[in-house]
């Protein structure tokens, strides 16, 4: 076991889990488990030294059709374009859930009607789902005493509050999952958008997160990993032990 297999598993045991009727956690649980799944696989198929290049069209992504039919990828030994694809393809696999995780714990958190006095703040039942409308319903519950004790919560509220360009802001500790939220939202599910594999020298491009290279890529991708397992936690608590959300 690798000190980040080590590392995940033992974030992973301290999730509690969800009872067997919760509708509302026992996704927010599973894509937990995918997100860990997916960062100890391109972990263990060294994603932390891929590097892409210019030749990467020709040497590996008009290779995987071939590859895939020959069931290559699953023998012992799996071709080296197999390695540089799937690596990218299972951390993409875990930042992709980290994201979904998140938005679905601050609806939790921020949408769930809440019980324990009359003074709480409900959501309207007509509500839009994008980030802004996310934040919003979260900070006024934060507001409230009952809500402030959830401070990993209020802390994902702060850092996806940050204002991030994606061609100009660094990426720091305070903004990264804004710089994730940016490359699963608005790079991979673009239509004509960028394609790290699409420039002519990747390690010159110019975007702050692109530019940071995949072992930095990944370790801000670990403690994303963290911080959603805490705001997990937190909400547990509100809706299991504390049981002022339903």
């Known amino acids: ?43 263990r198929m060294a994603i932390r030294e891929r590097k892409l ?39 993409n696999v875990a930042i992709q859930r980290l994201i979904w995780v998140g938005d679905r714990l601050l609806t939790v958190f921020g949408r769930l009607p809440a019980i324990c006095c009359e003074v709480v703040p409900q959501i309207p039942r007509k509500r839009g789902l994008g980030l802004e409308a996310l934040l919003e319903d979260a ?19 702060a850092m996806l509050s940050t204002p991030f ?36 020298d990747v390690d010159t491009a110019q975007e702050p997160w692109i530019g940071l290279g995949q072992d930095k890529q990944f370790e801000f991708a670990l403690k994303g990993f963290k911080i959603i397992c805490d705001v997990y936690s937190d909400l547990h608590e509100l809706y299991f032990v504390r049981q002022i959300i339903k």
Request: hydrophobic letters at 35%; charged letters at 20%.
């Open 1 to 43: 076991m690798t000190d980040v297999t080590a590392h995940i598993a033992s974030r992973m045991l301290s999730v509690p889990s969800p009872q067997e009727n919760e509708e509302h956690l026992c996704p927010c649980y599973e894509q937990i488990i995918g997100a860990a799944y997916g960062l100890i696989t391109a972990e």
């Open 53 to 91: 290049t210019s030749s990467y069209h020709q040497e590996v992504r008009l290779k995987l059709a071939q590859i895939l039919a020959n069931e290559e990828p699953f023998s012992m030994h799996a071709p080296k374009e197999w390695i540089t694809w799937a690596n990218g393809f299972y951390f």
């Open 139 to 157: 900070r006024n519950r934060l507001g409230h005493e009952h809500f402030s004790t959830s401070p990993n919560v209020a802390k994902i509220v």
């Open 165 to 200: 360009d994606a061609l100009q802001t660094e990426v720091t500790e305070s903004n990264y999952l804004r710089a994730i939220r940016w490359d699963v939202n608005k790079r991979k599910h673009a239509i004509g958008g960028f394609h790290r594999s699409s420039v002519a």
